[in-house]
């Protein structure tokens, strides 16, 4: 009975690591944004917007949070499976996670590059993020390959 009621949970347990690592990522990043549209105001520059693009890169891992989830949702709870989506959800969500994490603070060093070079270098910026965005990625993906074996 627990080990159903572990695999029902499974769902909100890889949707709430997401969102944890996506809202960690947004206040690492928006900090910094916050701290370089001080420093622009207070020199008289236009504010940069480039810099949202950074604050918002981390809400994607959400997403991929969200399709694990409702990819959970169409697999019947046994207890094998259960075990199994339990299992994705603690790795996948902390991938997610810790993904969205880092991606905010390499946005939040990204912010203080830009800020302090007069905007140089944020093409290499967005390789970075999208370095990082790839880790998330592949952590749904490999999470749906498990769970598909699942609903075989």
Sequence with gaps: MFIELAGKMAGGLVLGLGGLGSSLGI?????AAAGAWA???KAGKNLTFNYFIMIAAPISQTLYAMILMMTMKGIKTTPENSMLML???I???LIEMFS???QGKIGAAGIRCLNENGGKGFGFLIM???IIETVGIFGMVFGILLLMSAAV
Excluded: K, N, T
């Design 91 to 93: 790795g996948c969500g």
């Design 128 to 130: 970075a993020l999208g």
């Design 27 to 31: 206040l690492a990043a928006a900090s």
């Design 87 to 89: 299992g994705v959800a």
């Design 100 to 102: 969205a994490w880092a």
């Design 39 to 41: 420093a622009e105001g």
